[in-house]
């Protein structure tokens, strides 16, 4: 290529670019819709030749007759970056690791240092470049199976476009087994080449290595579910079909059983509509008066008439005074508290104890039994007995 048919800097190539945004934007959102004539090309520039003309000189355009396109390593540049390539190339990733082998081969026989950690550095970049492609090759992947299942509207390559799918996918699968590979046998290599920024590199590759092999795994099997779901919809249509060819030629009912399978069978579909009754909230009718409103009219409508229930007479003031009522409980912990600092049994304890209230024996005994069920741990039990109003209890200290 002549000297002044490339761009010699990144500032001129930058610049170039920038100046041309507005063309370059439109024929990349219609670069699958349509042949970008010349003259709608002129207008994106102010009709100004010589600044369509670089861009075709300089290989950004390509000049075809009356139309023009981008240039073929631009578009990957863009859609690249923009992530919205359909190309799943799985060749890029195995150069990487055709190249890693190279690097590696000649780090190990380098002898110069500076020469070697060149052929270091190179073999870290290739590692993170191999990660970066696979994942965004299983990217490519699951985007290019939802399209070619969703937007395809032929059957047939729709099933091929997913088939190819699935070859690449293995494809892929191979090639991070043989990346893997690589870095396991390579002990040489890697063993004087260990250093963290490596060490780091190797972990981030291997991670992003399981990441991808576990979303391969997923796209396999949604792919096995979009074939199956194809031949499915596909038997479904030739069956379609053939009804209706049937029914042209009037041999619906002779030829087949449908009024039969139509009598056995009582689909939801062809039910009546079930209407589910909707309860307003107390908030919207109470804040809200053109919604009662409109209950009222609905109402009259439809003839009907249910009396409105009258308010609530107001609040006295002998309703707004507080009301306080007495239970008969006893706190059973305050008890507790009050039996551990005493030297009595129990049961004598609970007897004397002062409640403010008046209790029966019925009282003292649940209240004994209750004592005891929660503080099993701290009773003292002793083999005596005695008797209180024909009630037996055991003779329990404090421990």
């Known amino acids: 290529m002549d000297v002044l048919t490339h761009f010699r800097s990144i500032e001129e190539l930058t610049k170039t670019l920038s100046r041309e945004q507005g063309l370059l934007?439109?024929?990349?959102?219609?670069?699958?819709?349509?042949?970008?004539?010349?003259?709608?090309?002129?207008?994106?520039?102010?009709?100004?030749?010589?600044?369509l003309r670089k861009l075709i000189d300089y290989g950004v355009l390509v000049e075809s007759g009356s139309t023009i396109e981008i240039e073929s390593d631009y578009l990957n540049f863009f859609e690249e970056v923009l992530n919205v390539n359909e190309e799943i190339s799985v060749l890029s990733v195995q150069e990487c690791i055709n190249t890693l082998k190279e690097y590696i081969g000649y780090f190990l026989q380098e002898t110069n240092a500076n020469r070697r950690a060149g052929y270091q550095d190179s073999v870290r970049q290739l590692l993170k470049k191999t990660g970066f492609r696979t994942l965004k090759n299983v990217v490519d992947l699951k985007r290019n199976m939802d399209n070619a299942y969703k937007q395809e509207p032929n059957y047939v390559i729709k099933k091929k476009k997913l088939q190819n799918l699935d070859?690449?996918?293995?494809?892929?699968?191979?090639?991070?087994?043989?990346?893997?590979?690589?870095?396991?046998?390579?002990h040489a290599f890697f063993i004087m080449a260990n250093d963290p920024h490596m060490a780091k590199t190797c972990s981030d590759v291997k991670h992003d290595f399981v990441e991808a092999y576990h979303a391969l795994m997923e796209i396999d099997r949604q792919i096995i579910v979009y074939i199956n779901q194809i031949d499915q919809q596909n038997r479904l249509y030739?069956?379609?079909?053939?009804?209706?060819?049937?029914?042209?030629?009037?041999?619906?009912?002779?030829?087949?059983?449908?009024?039969?399978?139509?009598?056995?069978?009582?689909?939801?579909?062809?039910?009546?509509?079930?209407?589910?009754?909707?309860?307003?909230?107390?908030?919207?009718?109470?804040?809200?008066?053109?919604?009662?409103?409109?209950?009222?009219?609905?109402?009259?409508?439809?003839?009907?008439?249910?009396?409105?229930?009258?308010?609530?007479?107001?609040?006295?003031?002998?309703?707004?005074?507080?009301?306080?009522?007495?239970?008969?409980?006893?706190?059973?912990?305050?008890?507790?508290?009050?039996?551990?600092?005493?030297?009595?049994?129990?049961?004598?304890?609970?007897?004397?104890?002062?409640?403010?209230?008046?209790?029966?024996?019925?009282?003292?005994?649940?209240?004994?039994?209750?004592?005891?069920?929660?503080?099993?741990?701290?009773?003292?039990?002793?083999?005596?007995?005695?008797?209180?109003?024909?009630i037996e209890y055991p003779i329990i200290y404090a421990k």
């Open 167 to 186: 070859e690449k996918s293995h494809s892929i699968r191979s090639m991070i087994r043989e990346c893997e590979k690589l870095m396991d046998n390579e």
């Open 238 to 390: 030739k069956k379609i079909r053939k009804l209706k060819y049937l029914q042209e030629q009037l041999l619906l009912k002779t030829e087949t059983n449908v009024g039969q399978v139509l009598e056995d069978n009582n689909p939801l579909w062809m039910e009546s509509r079930q209407y589910s009754k909707i309860r307003l909230s107390l908030e919207m009718l109470h804040e809200k008066d053109d919604v009662v409103k409109l209950l009222r009219r609905i109402a009259e409508r439809n003839g009907i008439q249910k009396s409105t229930r009258a308010e609530a007479d107001p609040l006295t003031d002998e309703d707004l005074q507080a009301h306080i009522q007495q239970m008969r409980e006893v706190d059973s912990t305050e008890v507790w508290n009050a039996f551990l600092a005493s030297s009595y049994n129990l049961f004598d304890f609970i007897l004397t104890y002062d409640y403010k209230m008046k209790r029966n024996i019925e009282d003292h005994a649940a209240l004994f039994c209750q004592l005891i069920v929660l503080h099993p741990d701290e009773c003292r039990i002793t083999k005596d007995y005695a008797i209180y109003h024909d």
């Open 25 to 51: 934007s439109e024929m990349f959102e219609k670069r699958k819709l349509m042949k970008f004539p010349l003259g709608l090309a002129l207008d994106l520039v102010g009709d100004n030749e010589s600044r």
